[in-house]
Protein backbone atom coordinates (compact mmCIF):
# COMPACT_ATOMS: atom_id res chain seq x y z
CA UNK A 1 0.00 0.00 0.00
CA UNK A 2 1.34 3.28 -0.74
CA UNK A 3 0.57 6.20 1.08
CA UNK A 4 -1.96 7.93 -1.30
CA UNK A 5 -3.80 4.32 -1.44
CA UNK A 6 -5.47 4.80 1.87
CA UNK A 7 -9.17 4.10 1.76
CA UNK A 8 -11.20 6.25 4.33
CA UNK A 9 -13.68 4.18 5.89
CA UNK A 10 -17.42 5.37 4.21
CA UNK A 11 -18.66 5.70 7.84
CA UNK A 12 -16.17 8.40 9.03
CA UNK A 13 -16.87 9.92 5.55
CA UNK A 14 -18.47 13.48 5.40
CA UNK A 15 -21.92 13.76 3.48
CA UNK A 16 -20.36 16.24 1.32
CA UNK A 17 -16.74 16.17 0.76
CA UNK A 18 -16.15 19.65 -0.78
CA UNK A 19 -13.98 22.23 1.98
CA UNK A 20 -12.68 24.67 -0.46
CA UNK A 21 -12.33 27.78 0.26
CA UNK A 22 -13.65 29.24 -2.65
CA UNK A 23 -15.22 28.08 -5.35
CA UNK A 24 -17.33 26.99 -2.10
CA UNK A 25 -19.35 24.03 -1.59
CA UNK A 26 -23.20 24.95 -3.42
CA UNK A 27 -25.97 23.34 -1.74
CA UNK A 28 -27.70 20.34 -3.56
CA UNK A 29 -31.07 22.54 -2.92
CA UNK A 30 -29.83 25.36 -4.96
CA UNK A 31 -28.29 23.98 -8.29
CA UNK A 32 -32.07 21.91 -8.07
CA UNK A 33 -33.71 25.44 -7.73
CA UNK A 34 -31.58 26.94 -10.50
CA UNK A 35 -31.92 23.70 -12.68
CA UNK A 36 -36.47 24.00 -12.20
CA UNK A 37 -36.13 27.33 -13.30
CA UNK A 38 -33.41 26.91 -16.52
CA UNK A 39 -36.10 27.28 -19.33
CA UNK A 40 -37.28 30.69 -17.89
CA UNK A 41 -34.29 32.14 -16.33
CA UNK A 42 -31.00 30.82 -18.06
CA UNK A 43 -30.55 32.54 -21.70
CA UNK A 44 -32.52 35.45 -21.28
CA UNK A 45 -32.59 39.10 -21.12
CA UNK A 46 -30.36 40.67 -18.11
CA UNK A 47 -32.63 43.86 -18.14
CA UNK A 48 -35.75 42.29 -18.40
CA UNK A 49 -38.21 41.92 -15.56
CA UNK A 50 -37.63 38.25 -14.85
CA UNK A 51 -33.76 38.76 -14.27
CA UNK A 52 -34.51 42.20 -12.38
CA UNK A 53 -36.67 40.58 -9.95
CA UNK A 54 -34.13 37.80 -9.09
CA UNK A 55 -31.70 41.14 -8.59
CA UNK A 56 -34.10 42.87 -6.87
CA UNK A 57 -34.56 40.15 -4.45
CA UNK A 58 -31.00 39.82 -4.06
CA UNK A 59 -30.58 43.67 -2.85
CA UNK A 60 -33.56 43.17 -0.51
CA UNK A 61 -32.19 40.13 0.92
CA UNK A 62 -29.02 41.59 1.92
CA UNK A 63 -30.47 44.49 3.10
CA UNK A 64 -32.77 42.11 5.55
CA UNK A 65 -29.58 40.03 6.07
CA UNK A 66 -27.38 42.98 7.21
CA UNK A 67 -29.89 44.70 8.61
CA UNK A 68 -28.87 47.82 6.98
CA UNK A 69 -30.00 51.37 7.73
CA UNK A 70 -32.32 53.71 5.87
CA UNK A 71 -30.35 54.97 3.04
CA UNK A 72 -27.76 52.11 2.72
CA UNK A 73 -27.86 50.54 -0.63
CA UNK A 74 -26.85 47.21 -2.60
CA UNK A 75 -25.00 47.66 -5.63
CA UNK A 76 -23.33 45.04 -7.94
CA UNK A 77 -21.42 44.49 -10.96
CA UNK A 78 -19.07 42.13 -12.52
CA UNK A 79 -15.34 40.85 -12.57
CA UNK A 80 -15.48 40.21 -8.51
CA UNK A 81 -13.57 41.62 -5.94
CA UNK A 82 -10.26 41.82 -8.28
CA UNK A 83 -12.04 44.32 -10.24
CA UNK A 84 -13.75 46.04 -7.23
CA UNK A 85 -10.58 47.01 -6.05
CA UNK A 86 -9.34 48.62 -9.69
CA UNK A 87 -12.89 50.74 -9.21
CA UNK A 88 -12.43 51.61 -5.59
CA UNK A 89 -9.13 53.50 -6.97
CA UNK A 90 -11.18 55.37 -9.76
CA UNK A 91 -14.27 55.93 -7.82
CA UNK A 92 -14.41 55.93 -3.72
CA UNK A 93 -10.42 56.87 -3.15
CA UNK A 94 -10.55 60.75 -3.84
CA UNK A 95 -6.41 61.17 -3.18
CA UNK A 96 -5.52 58.95 -0.07
CA UNK A 97 -6.31 55.33 1.84
CA UNK A 98 -4.85 53.55 4.69
CA UNK A 99 -4.43 49.96 4.36
CA UNK A 100 -4.26 47.33 6.89
CA UNK A 101 -2.53 44.30 5.78
CA UNK A 102 -1.78 40.77 7.22
CA UNK A 103 -1.91 38.20 4.00
CA UNK A 104 -1.94 37.90 0.48
CA UNK A 105 -5.64 39.25 -0.64
CA UNK A 106 -5.46 42.26 1.96
CA UNK A 107 -2.35 43.30 0.44
CA UNK A 108 -3.92 43.18 -3.74
CA UNK A 109 -5.79 46.47 -3.14
CA UNK A 110 -2.92 47.88 -1.25
CA UNK A 111 -1.24 47.57 -4.58
CA UNK A 112 -3.45 48.60 -6.85
CA UNK A 113 -3.81 51.63 -5.15
CA UNK A 114 0.00 52.19 -5.01
CA UNK A 115 -0.26 51.50 -9.16
CA UNK A 116 -2.98 54.61 -9.88
CA UNK A 117 -0.86 57.29 -11.05
CA UNK A 118 -3.65 59.71 -9.60
CA UNK A 119 -3.51 58.75 -6.26
CA UNK A 120 -0.86 59.43 -3.48
CA UNK A 121 1.07 57.09 -1.85
CA UNK A 122 -1.12 54.81 0.06
CA UNK A 123 -0.40 54.55 4.02
CA UNK A 124 -0.18 50.50 4.34
CA UNK A 125 0.22 48.92 7.73
CA UNK A 126 1.12 45.52 8.05
CA UNK A 127 1.97 42.71 10.75
CA UNK A 128 2.63 39.17 10.75
CA UNK A 129 0.56 36.02 9.07
CA UNK A 130 -1.25 34.76 11.88
CA UNK A 131 -2.43 38.19 13.22
CA UNK A 132 -3.66 40.91 11.86
CA UNK A 133 -2.65 45.21 12.54
CA UNK A 134 -5.26 47.70 13.57
CA UNK A 135 -5.97 50.75 11.94
CA UNK A 136 -4.78 54.40 13.20
CA UNK A 137 -6.70 57.83 13.16
CA UNK A 138 -5.11 59.41 9.98
CA UNK A 139 -5.87 62.06 7.28
CA UNK A 140 -6.57 59.57 4.39
CA UNK A 141 -10.23 59.60 3.30
CA UNK A 142 -10.32 55.90 2.91
CA UNK A 143 -9.41 52.96 5.33
CA UNK A 144 -9.45 49.77 3.55
CA UNK A 145 -9.71 47.12 6.44
CA UNK A 146 -10.04 43.20 5.66
CA UNK A 147 -12.28 41.61 7.63
CA UNK A 148 -11.38 38.28 6.99
CA UNK A 149 -7.84 37.04 5.59
CA UNK A 150 -8.63 34.22 3.44
CA UNK A 151 -4.71 33.17 2.79
CA UNK A 152 -4.16 33.03 6.43
CA UNK A 153 -7.84 31.89 8.80
CA UNK A 154 -7.25 35.61 10.48
CA UNK A 155 -10.40 37.29 11.49
CA UNK A 156 -10.36 40.82 12.57
CA UNK A 157 -13.04 43.01 14.41
CA UNK A 158 -14.08 46.34 12.63
CA UNK A 159 -14.32 49.57 14.03
CA UNK A 160 -14.23 53.06 12.97
CA UNK A 161 -10.46 54.88 13.26
CA UNK A 162 -11.20 58.65 15.17
CA UNK A 163 -10.66 60.06 11.60
CA UNK A 164 -12.63 61.77 8.53
CA UNK A 165 -12.13 58.91 6.06
CA UNK A 166 -14.62 56.61 4.62
CA UNK A 167 -14.65 53.01 5.96
CA UNK A 168 -14.20 50.13 3.44
CA UNK A 169 -13.83 46.67 4.28
CA UNK A 170 -13.12 43.48 1.89
CA UNK A 171 -15.51 41.23 3.08
CA UNK A 172 -14.91 38.61 0.49
CA UNK A 173 -14.43 35.57 2.87
CA UNK A 174 -16.81 37.11 5.55
CA UNK A 175 -19.83 38.66 4.77
CA UNK A 176 -22.69 35.91 5.56
CA UNK A 177 -20.88 34.02 8.08
CA UNK A 178 -19.19 36.38 10.45
CA UNK A 179 -21.35 39.36 12.50
CA UNK A 180 -20.60 42.73 11.71
CA UNK A 181 -22.25 46.26 12.44
CA UNK A 182 -23.21 48.71 9.72
CA UNK A 183 -22.20 51.99 11.98
CA UNK A 184 -18.06 50.57 11.86
CA UNK A 185 -18.21 51.13 8.23
CA UNK A 186 -19.11 52.69 4.92
CA UNK A 187 -18.72 50.12 2.21
CA UNK A 188 -19.23 46.23 2.95
CA UNK A 189 -18.14 44.77 -0.23
CA UNK A 190 -17.62 40.81 -0.97
CA UNK A 191 -18.20 38.16 -4.27
CA UNK A 192 -20.26 35.35 -3.64
CA UNK A 193 -18.51 32.52 -4.42
CA UNK A 194 -17.82 31.58 -0.90
CA UNK A 195 -20.03 32.10 2.49
CA UNK A 196 -23.05 33.15 -0.25
CA UNK A 197 -22.54 29.71 -2.20
CA UNK A 198 -22.22 30.48 -5.64
CA UNK A 199 -20.06 31.18 -8.03
CA UNK A 200 -17.33 33.80 -9.05
CA UNK A 201 -17.39 37.12 -11.05
CA UNK A 202 -19.84 39.37 -9.57
CA UNK A 203 -18.73 41.80 -7.28
CA UNK A 204 -21.37 43.62 -4.11
CA UNK A 205 -20.99 45.89 -2.25
CA UNK A 206 -23.43 47.38 0.78
CA UNK A 207 -22.99 51.47 0.76
CA UNK A 208 -24.10 53.77 3.11
CA UNK A 209 -25.34 57.12 2.46
CA UNK A 210 -21.94 58.71 3.04
CA UNK A 211 -20.21 56.33 0.69
CA UNK A 212 -23.06 56.28 -2.28
CA UNK A 213 -22.53 60.44 -1.59
CA UNK A 214 -18.73 60.15 -2.34
CA UNK A 215 -19.03 57.39 -5.41
CA UNK A 216 -21.35 60.08 -7.23
CA UNK A 217 -19.08 63.04 -6.22
CA UNK A 218 -16.73 61.36 -7.98
CA UNK A 219 -18.62 60.18 -10.71
CA UNK A 220 -19.83 63.75 -11.26
CA UNK A 221 -15.97 65.66 -11.61
CA UNK A 222 -14.00 65.20 -14.59
CA UNK A 223 -11.62 62.15 -13.11
CA UNK A 224 -11.42 59.92 -16.14
CA UNK A 225 -13.11 56.66 -15.12
CA UNK A 226 -13.35 53.35 -17.40
CA UNK A 227 -16.69 52.86 -18.01
CA UNK A 228 -16.21 49.15 -16.57
CA UNK A 229 -14.99 50.42 -12.97
CA UNK A 230 -17.04 53.52 -12.63
CA UNK A 231 -19.16 53.16 -9.53
CA UNK A 232 -21.13 55.74 -10.53
CA UNK A 233 -22.48 53.86 -13.48
CA UNK A 234 -22.86 50.50 -11.18
CA UNK A 235 -24.96 52.55 -8.91
CA UNK A 236 -27.28 54.06 -11.22
CA UNK A 237 -27.49 50.25 -12.94
CA UNK A 238 -27.98 49.02 -9.77
CA UNK A 239 -30.89 51.06 -8.86
CA UNK A 240 -33.00 49.39 -12.01
CA UNK A 241 -31.83 46.21 -10.75
CA UNK A 242 -29.47 45.55 -13.60
CA UNK A 243 -25.79 45.31 -14.13
CA UNK A 244 -24.16 47.79 -16.52
CA UNK A 245 -23.44 44.72 -18.38
CA UNK A 246 -24.55 41.11 -18.69
CA UNK A 247 -24.10 38.77 -15.48
CA UNK A 248 -23.81 35.48 -14.86
CA UNK A 249 -27.49 34.19 -14.71
CA UNK A 250 -26.22 31.42 -12.81
CA UNK A 251 -24.10 32.65 -10.03
CA UNK A 252 -26.88 35.72 -9.16
CA UNK A 253 -29.26 32.71 -8.89
CA UNK A 254 -27.63 30.93 -6.54
CA UNK A 255 -26.63 33.83 -4.32
CA UNK A 256 -30.28 34.48 -3.96
CA UNK A 257 -31.49 31.10 -2.58
CA UNK A 258 -28.73 31.02 -0.23
CA UNK A 259 -29.32 34.65 1.05
CA UNK A 260 -33.18 33.44 1.16
CA UNK A 261 -32.29 30.17 2.78
CA UNK A 262 -30.24 31.90 5.41
CA UNK A 263 -32.90 34.16 6.25
CA UNK A 264 -35.75 31.38 5.90
CA UNK A 265 -33.42 29.95 9.09
CA UNK A 266 -32.98 32.58 11.13
CA UNK A 267 -31.05 35.29 9.25
CA UNK A 268 -27.18 36.18 10.33
CA UNK A 269 -27.40 34.61 13.45
CA UNK A 270 -28.27 31.73 11.61
CA UNK A 271 -25.62 31.71 9.31
CA UNK A 272 -23.09 32.46 11.66
CA UNK A 273 -24.14 29.99 14.35
CA UNK A 274 -23.72 27.33 11.34
CA UNK A 275 -19.74 28.90 11.33
CA UNK A 276 -19.57 28.98 15.10
CA UNK A 277 -19.92 25.51 15.35
CA UNK A 278 -17.78 24.46 12.79
CA UNK A 279 -14.66 26.19 13.89
CA UNK A 280 -15.57 24.89 17.59
CA UNK A 281 -15.61 21.21 15.67
CA UNK A 282 -12.18 22.22 14.42
CA UNK A 283 -9.99 24.13 16.36
CA UNK A 284 -11.65 22.23 19.66
CA UNK A 285 -9.92 18.96 17.43
CA UNK A 286 -6.76 20.81 16.89
CA UNK A 287 -5.99 21.53 20.56
CA UNK A 288 -6.76 17.89 21.61
CA UNK A 289 -4.77 16.27 19.01
CA UNK A 290 -0.71 16.24 19.53
CA UNK A 291 0.73 16.31 15.80
CA UNK A 292 -1.95 19.77 14.79
CA UNK A 293 -2.27 23.01 15.91
CA UNK A 294 -4.42 26.15 15.05
CA UNK A 295 -1.74 28.12 12.62
CA UNK A 296 -3.14 31.11 14.36
CA UNK A 297 -2.71 31.59 18.24
CA UNK A 298 -4.54 33.97 19.64
CA UNK A 299 -8.28 32.15 19.98
CA UNK A 300 -10.30 36.11 19.43
CA UNK A 301 -8.18 36.02 16.07
CA UNK A 302 -9.17 32.54 14.78
CA UNK A 303 -11.41 32.84 11.52
CA UNK A 304 -14.99 31.24 12.08
CA UNK A 305 -15.41 30.77 8.44
CA UNK A 306 -11.39 29.40 7.16
CA UNK A 307 -9.55 27.82 9.44
CA UNK A 308 -5.49 26.79 9.07
CA UNK A 309 -4.59 24.02 11.38
CA UNK A 310 -0.78 23.48 11.49
CA UNK A 311 0.77 19.75 11.45
CA UNK A 312 4.45 18.70 13.20
CA UNK A 313 7.14 17.81 10.57
CA UNK A 314 6.16 14.29 11.95
CA UNK A 315 2.94 14.58 9.53
CA UNK A 316 3.02 15.78 6.22
CA UNK A 317 -0.27 17.73 5.42
CA UNK A 318 0.41 17.67 1.44
CA UNK A 319 -0.15 13.52 1.93
CA UNK A 320 -2.52 13.98 4.19
CA UNK A 321 -4.28 16.57 1.56
CA UNK A 322 -3.69 13.84 -1.10
CA UNK A 323 -5.69 11.52 0.41
CA UNK A 324 -8.26 13.16 1.38
CA UNK A 325 -8.87 14.14 -2.17
CA UNK A 326 -8.33 10.50 -3.18
CA UNK A 327 -11.34 9.68 -1.04
CA UNK A 328 -13.69 12.46 -2.36
CA UNK A 329 -12.83 14.87 -0.03
CA UNK A 330 -11.42 17.76 -1.71
CA UNK A 331 -10.08 21.30 -1.33
CA UNK A 332 -8.11 20.79 1.89
CA UNK A 333 -4.85 22.22 0.82
CA UNK A 334 -2.94 25.46 2.58
CA UNK A 335 -3.09 28.30 0.34
CA UNK A 336 -0.15 28.10 -2.14
CA UNK A 337 2.15 31.11 -1.55
CA UNK A 338 1.95 30.45 2.53
CA UNK A 339 4.27 27.81 2.15
CA UNK A 340 3.68 25.53 5.23
CA UNK A 341 2.92 22.24 6.65
CA UNK A 342 -0.85 22.59 7.19
CA UNK A 343 -4.30 22.47 6.01
CA UNK A 344 -7.34 25.22 5.02
CA UNK A 345 -10.37 24.47 5.49
CA UNK A 346 -13.64 26.50 4.58
CA UNK A 347 -16.24 26.62 7.03
CA UNK A 348 -18.95 28.93 5.30
CA UNK A 349 -22.10 28.20 6.38
CA UNK A 350 -23.24 25.72 3.57
CA UNK A 351 -20.94 23.71 4.82
CA UNK A 352 -22.39 21.25 7.82
CA UNK A 353 -20.55 21.26 11.33
CA UNK A 354 -21.13 17.80 11.34
CA UNK A 355 -18.66 17.13 8.65
CA UNK A 356 -16.27 19.51 9.57
CA UNK A 357 -16.10 17.09 12.91
CA UNK A 358 -15.84 13.87 10.34
CA UNK A 359 -13.60 15.67 8.68
CA UNK A 360 -11.13 15.87 11.71
CA UNK A 361 -12.00 12.02 11.69
CA UNK A 362 -11.17 11.28 8.65
CA UNK A 363 -7.54 13.51 9.13
CA UNK A 364 -6.95 10.97 12.08
CA UNK A 365 -7.85 7.89 10.49
CA UNK A 366 -5.18 8.75 7.80
CA UNK A 367 -2.30 9.82 10.17
CA UNK A 368 -3.18 6.61 12.15
CA UNK A 369 -2.60 4.70 9.19
CA UNK A 370 0.46 7.01 7.67
Not at 275 to 300: I, K
Request: glycine share 8%; net charge negative.
Amino acid sequence: MTDTNITIPPSLLPSDGRFGSGPSQVRHDAVTALAAIADRYLGTSHRQGTVRDVVGRLRDGLTQLFDLPDGWEVVLGNGGTTLLWDGLTFGLIESRSQHLVFGEFSSKFATAVAAAPHLGEPEVIESPVGTHPAAIASDVDVYALTHNETSTGVAMPLGRPDGPGLVAVDATSAAGGLRWDPAAVDMYYFAPQKCFAADGGLWIACCSPAAVERIEQIAASDRWIPAGLDLGIALENSRKNQTYNTPALATIFLTVNQIEWMLDNGGLEFATGRCDASAANLYGWAERTAYATPFVTDPTSRSHVVGTIDFDDSVDAATVAAVLRANGVVDTEPYRKLGRNQLRIAMFPAIDPDDVAALCACVDHIVAEL
